[in-house]
T-cell receptor, first 114, second 110 residues
């Protein structure tokens, strides 16, 4: 089944404890991105990747890192999480970055930073 | 600045009633336009999209949307709502990068 998977689905952590949210797609998509969803703000893009080893900042990249060593995986790294990073995170992928390629979204990761 | 506005944060309709969710965009030129649905605990699913051509777009699950250039709008409609349509709906617009609206949460009364 074609899908985007994220792990973990739920995470509660404390300020400053490094964490990684994994994202994997099995559709051989070139383009992957991370969003955060906050009430009243919709989805905002954190980082995106056009292809392996090519990543760039989105609208809200502060406090996050990403890497794209393999085409299928695009982990999101929080080196020193803070409470303002408590949010719902979505990974998405599409064949290319062109908008007529549908973006497929993962199920989301709900992160709470205490 | 480019933006997407969904004026209604929360809408409640009765099952079987018609539905219209509003979306307005602000862009230099007409962007590509999308509607997504997010069911509880799920990721976003694409309902429909508009790139050019016919201004009335048909999507999945019986939804349609109408593009009106003069009003910078892309409203989503459904003639008869089902209880399973209860979800959050996001309008999005853009070219290479999508900008999402804040979302409209739809509740359906039996």
């Amino acid at each position: 089944e074609a899908q985007v998977t994220q792990n973990p689905r739920y995470l509660i952590t404390v300020t400053g404890k490094k964490l990684t949210v994994t994202c994997s797609q099995n559709m051989n998509h070139e383009y992957m991105s991370w969003y955060r969803q906050d009430p009243g703000l919709g989805l905002r893009q954190i980082y995106y990747s056009m292809n392996v080893e090519v990543t760039d900042k989105g609208d809200v990249p502060e406090g996050y890192k990403v890497s794209r060593k393999e085409k299928r995986n695009f982990p999101l790294i929080l080196e020193s999480p803070s409470p303002n990073q408590t949010s719902l995170y979505f990974c998405a992928s599409s064949l290319t970055s062109l908008p007529y390629n549908e973006q497929f979204f993962g199920p989301g990761t709900r992160l709470t930073v205490l | 600045a480019q933006s997407v506005t969904q004026p209604d944060i929360h809408i409640t309709v009765s099952e079987g009633a018609s539905l219209e969710l509003r979306c307005n965009y602000s862009y230099g030129a007409t962007p590509y336009l999308f509607w997504y649905v997010q069911s509880p605990g799920q990721g976003l699913q694409l309902l429909l999209k508009y790139f050019s051509g016919d201004t009335l777009v048909q999507g999945i699950k019986g939804f349609e949307a109408e593009f009106k250039r003069s009003q910078s709008s892309f409203n989503l409609r459904k003639p008869s709502v089902h209880w399973s349509d209860a979800a959050e709906y996001f309008c999005a617009a853009g070219y290479n990068k999508l900008i999402f609206g804040a979302g409209t949460r739809l509740a359906v009364h039996p």
